[in-house]
Antibody, heavy 122, light 107 residues
Framework: EMQLVESGGGLVQPGGSLRLSCAAS????????MSWVRQAPGKGLEYVSV???????YYADSVKGRFTISRDNSKNTLYLQMNSLRAEDTAVYYC????????????????WGQGTLVTVSS | DIQMTQSPSSLSASVGDRVTITCRAS??????LNWYQQKPGRAPDLLIY???SLQSGVPSRFSGSGSGTDFTLTISSLQPEDFATYYC?????????FGQGTKLEIK
């Protein structure tokens, strides 16, 4: 059974850093596109970052230069290093597996973790 | 970025009703449109991918249609467990973008 378990969230001051982890089981992280999506309190979903099987990464403009997505193949774990955090980064962060469409470069998010809350406040 | 606009933003309906939610893209996205259901305090669940393909395990009362810029999610006969928030998401271009959500409430 596929499972994603996030950890590492918490309260951090503006300008601080956090590293989120997403431990996967039932499939191999490095063989899949893996994404981070966030949801501010009471708001909708925002795509944050993706790492492709090739290792190529993509970031939303709102986090570019501050966040870094990575994976540890030996631990089958996805990470999101978040630096220079701002109040507007406060959100529940979800990791998700992306399954590629059969006929296109992109795909859909078929398996999600339970989320981890990041609160940026002084 | 491609903007996704859902309508309505909220909807009240009764068990047994047929419900349709619309999603419009700011430019053509072919059929690369996905639908998710989210219940309070839970992660989203995939319902429909590539506009009309039903995710495994999702009840057949859910269906999707559309291509280009206009898409719909239909629930043929609402069940109590269907009251939730629904999001569309395009994966035609990076960054992937979500609609603002449609909250489906019990009348």
């Amino acid at each position: 059974e596929m499972q994603l378990v996030e950890s590492g969230g918490g309260l951090v001051q503006p300008g601080g850093s956090l590293r989120l982890s997403c431990a996967a089981s039932g499939f191999t992280v490095s063989s899949n596109y893996m994404s981070w999506v966030r949801q501010a309190p009471g708001k909708g979903l925002e795509y944050v970052s993706v790492i492709y099987t090739s290792g190529t990464t993509y970031y939303a403009d709102s986090v570019k230069g501050r966040f870094t997505i990575s994976r540890d193949n030996s631990k089958n774990t996805l990470y999101l290093q978040m630096n220079s955090l701002r109040a507007e980064d406060t959100a529940v962060y979800y990791c998700a597996r992306e399954v590629k469409y059969s006929d296109f470069w992109s795909g859909y998010l078929d398996s999600w973790g339970q989320g981890t809350l990041v609160t940026v406040s002084s | 970025d491609i903007q996704m606009t859902q309508s309505p933003s909220s909807l009240s309906a009764s068990v047994g009703d047929r419900v349709t939610i619309t999603c419009r893209a700011s430019q053509t996205i072919s059929r690369y449109l996905n639908w998710y259901q989210q219940k309070p305090g839970r992660a989203p669940d995939l319902l429909i991918y590539a506009a009309f393909s039903l995710q495994s395990g999702v009840p057949s009362r859910f269906s999707g249609s559309g291509s280009g810029t206009d898409f719909t999610l239909t629930i043929s006969s609402l069940q109590p467990e269907d009251f939730a928030t629904y999001y569309c998401q395009q994966s035609y271009n990076s960054p992937y973008t979500f609609g603002q959500g449609t909250k489906l409430e019990i009348k």
